[in-house]
């Protein structure tokens, strides 16, 4: 029972089917608090279900999906009751909302009451200029901060969603494909940024991008096929023959 | 400073909409009690009631417009809720007839001794009173709503499902009020209305106060409406309509959220109703029809969705037309106007008149700028703003 109840997220034996594809075959995986974890996998590996699952939006079929020291059990809740349990997710592709500014962006992202009549009448109606720009000064999108999110470039967009979830104050952080599509400078930029944040949260960074992935110096996981193939250093994961096997597509 | 923050949260727009209405509720009336028939000022009692209908039905564009534009709940049976606040009224005013119906019973309305009734329904119990006949205007659309959109938005049906589902609402409804048994006139509905309050429908003193009255509710239900929008509240509704499943991954309730808009529109669509019936002076089940949930729509979408001003305005627009169209040679032709007319603004203008007028200011602004950057010397490439602020 120790690795559950030191891990800030634990996965045990977890499946999950669509009309019989299996995404997920009996995945496990432990974080630790504080810890930063970079998700590697070929396409249909079950990264993005993994998220899904735990964020609420899939259910797993069996297995055990626990938060906080195992004390949560997030099958039992919703997307916006696990947001609220401290889970942030960024998506894959940006998802920013366009027709918004980046100020409001992140005004509608703070952590606080959700209800409508505090958006109507209550405290989030009385948010301080201060405060967003607090997390644009993260992201360094400060100076964008009354221009509509849809006219952010590419790369602007995902250090946006990730000023968003930020903003969320989670404790734990899903980050799925920061880089893709980024220029170089962009990503380096990132992978900055994110060593900065896995400082004081727990963060789990799916990516396709290798190199990003050194740049990030965590611990790494290759998915295939649903389940755990390899862990462990990016160096030991590379060299690992099964990995390599499944990349170069034998 | 309380002052400055309501200018700013009605908007350059808003404050000439309000202006526009104060200026209609004192001219309309003014000309029509105070000039005299034949002078070119004066406006015709069938004027009054023609305008006094089109602002009802702004006013439920305006509701229509706050859950379509602003949340994307596209409501095909908005009217329903018009149509339930107009029964409320209705019977209040059925009740206020007293002996003076054909039967001359004090109780029972006209229709009702016709069926044989010995006694007053359950339902229409209290509805003597002006203040009870008011609070069921509102309450009965917004119960209504409140449990079809509990039941709909917790279940998560959203997009074309849930405006078949509300087509079907009001379809449902429709058929039931036809039935002589539902107890509110059947085919028929409520009509032959007497006096509101003690004042004769039928006077013109009356008609020029309910018009009054009209115009004070579009505007109040207006600044409603902005308050809702230009609070945080209505940016949460605008995240909502651009991405639910990111709005829920934030951590909002968006079913709670959805259903609160939901209900307030409904309430005020039931106003719009509400005040719809004296000045037409019938309510019938026709106005539960389909067809008119989706003329609505089509208001909305031609005077600009998401506007709240360019929703009225489609309203009166496009009512005006029909009144232009159903009179005269033209009326076999109605139905294929409004048709064109969807088409053309779904094609040629998707932001609605609203979006075209805005297109033109922006396109002038720009002219003058550089007129002006080439006057003061600089190179006009300088001029205006390429980069999109926020939209107002």
Request: no cysteine.
């Given at each position: 029972m120790s690795a559950v109840t030191q891990s800030i997220l634990y996965l045990d034996g977890v499946s999950v089917a669509f009309d019989g594809f299996k995404a997920l075959r009996s995945l496990s995986l432990t974080l630790q608090p504080g810890e930063m974890r970079a998700i590697i996998g070929p396409n249909g590996a079950g990264k993005t279900t993994m998220m899904d699952v735990i964020t609420g939006k899939t259910k797993a079929d069996e297995g055990d999906v626990l938060f906080d020291k195992g004390s949560i059990d997030l099958s039992r809740y919703d997307e916006a009751a696990i947001a609220e349990l401290g889970i942030g997710r960024k998506f894959q592709k940006p998802t920013v909302f366009e027709s918004h500014t980046v100020a409001d962006n992140v005004l509608l992202a703070l952590k606080g009451d959700r209800s409508p009549f505090s958006a109507l009448f209550g405290a989030r109606n009385r948010i301080a200029a201060e405060t967003i720009d607090r997390y644009l000064a993260i992201v360094r999108l400060l100076d964008h901060r009354a221009r509509l999110a849809g006219a952010l470039s590419h790369g602007q967009k995902q250090w946006l969603e990730i000023a968003m979830l930020l903003a969320q104050d989670p404790k734990l952080l899903l980050i799925d494909e920061?880089?893709?599509?980024?220029?170089d400078a962009e990503t380096d930029v990132t992978a900055e940024l994110l060593k900065d944040i896995a400082r004081d949260h727990s963060v789990v960074v799916v990516e396709h991008d290798m190199g990003f992935v050194r740049a990030l110096g965590c611990r790494v996981t290759c998915l295939h096929e649903g389940s755990v193939l390899a862990e462990g250093s990016i160096d030991a994961v590379a060299g690992n023959e099964r990995v390599i096997e499944v990349y170069l597509g034998r | 400073m309380l002052t400055a923050r309501f200018l700013r949260m009605i908007e350059g727009r808003g404050l000439v909409f309000l202006g526009i209405m104060a200026l209609v509720a004192l001219l309309v009336p003014l000309c029509n009690l105070y000039v005299p028939p034949g002078n070119p000022f004066h406006v015709s009692n069938g004027t009054v009631v023609l305008l006094g209908k089109y602002l009802c039905y702004a006013m439920f564009a305006v509701a229509l417009d706050l859950v379509w534009g602003y949340c994307g709940i596209l409501s095909l049976g908005h009217g329903a809720f018009f149509a339930l606040g107009g029964y409320a009224m209705g019977m209040y005013l059925m009740r206020q007839i007293g002996t003076r119906g054909v039967y001359a019973h004090p109780v029972l309305p006209d229709f009702m001794v016709f069926l044989n009734y010995k006694e007053l329904p359950l339902t229409w119990w209290g509805f003597q009173h002006f203040p009870y006949a008011m609070l069921m205007v509102v309450l009965v659309p917004g119960l209504l709503a409140f449990v079809f959109g509990w039941l709909a938005f917790r279940s998560r049906v959203t997009g074309v499902y849930l405006s078949i589902m509300t087509q079907a609402l009001t379809y449902a409804l429709w058929l039931s009020f036809f039935r002589n048994d539902m107890g509110f006139g059947g085919n028929n509905g409520l009509t032959d209305f007497k006096d509101i309050l003690g004042f004769n429908v039928q006077a013109q003193g009356t008609r020029a106060g309910l018009f009054i009255v009209t115009c004070m509710a579009l505007a109040l239900t207006f600044i409603i409406a902005r308050m809702i929008v230009a609070s945080t509240y209505g940016k949460v509704l605008v995240a909502i309509r651009d991405g639910e499943s990111r709005t829920r991954f934030l951590g909002y309730r968006v079913e709670h959220h959805k259903l609160l808009v939901w209900v307030v529109s409904a309430m005020m669509a039931g106003v719009a109703g509400a005040l719809y019936v004296p000045q037409v002076g019938i309510i019938n089940p026709s106005e539960f029809h389909p067809a008119n949930s989706i003329e609505a729509v089509v208001w909305v979408a031609l005077g600009g969705r998401g506007t709240l001003v360019g929703a009225a305005l489609g309203a009166v627009v496009v009512n005006w037309l029909k009144t232009v169209f159903t009179t005269g040679w033209l009326a076999p032709y109605w139905l294929f106007a409004l048709g064109g007319l969807f088409v053309l603004v779904t094609l040629a203008m998707p932001k609605g008149l609203i979006g075209v007028w805005e297109d033109v200011r922006a396109r002038l602004a720009n002219r003058k700028a550089i007129a002006d950057a080439k006057a003061s010397g600089a190179r006009p490439s300088d001029a205006g703003s390429p980069d999109p602020q926020v939209p107002r």
């Open positions: 920061p880089v893709a599509g980024m220029t | -």
